[in-house]
């Protein structure tokens, strides 16, 4: 997979994801693998200058808890304000795609 494509989209799915619960990052490099059939392939490297950035920007706090396994993880949670990025990115992208659709289905591909 490209990786413009993944990095233009790499806010939104964590997002996304984060909206849904409060994640460490190997479970969230192990989350995004699964749900997209391996097309999606996050290392380590990646995606905590990432998650960093996000945190830095208000995005995200993180706090450490002991896992199910009892082991100390850092864990991410999603502000209010990545909520609001998170309405965004969501609206961003839905533009994205329905103009990318209609480019490719040409003048008649009728977008929702």
Not at 87 to 95: H, N, R, V, Y
Request: net charge positive; charged share 25%; proline share 1%.
């Amino acid at each position: 997979m490209d990786k413009g494509l993944i990095g233009g989209s790499s806010i939104l799915m964590l997002l996304s994801l984060l909206q849904e619960k409060d994640y460490y990052g190997y479970e969230i490099i192990k989350e995004i693998e699964q749900r997209s059939n391996s097309v999606f392939q996050f290392k380590e490297g990646t995606l905590y200058p990432v998650l960093h950035r996000m945190e830095t920007q208000g995005f995200l706090k993180s706090y450490k808890a002991k896992s199910e396994t009892g082991k100390e993880r850092k864990y991410y949670q999603i502000t209010t304000k990545g909520k609001e990025q998170l309405a965004k990115e969501k609206e961003q992208w839905s533009t994205f795609t329905g103009s990318v659709q209609k480019v490719l289905g040409g003048a008649g591909y009728a977008c929702t």
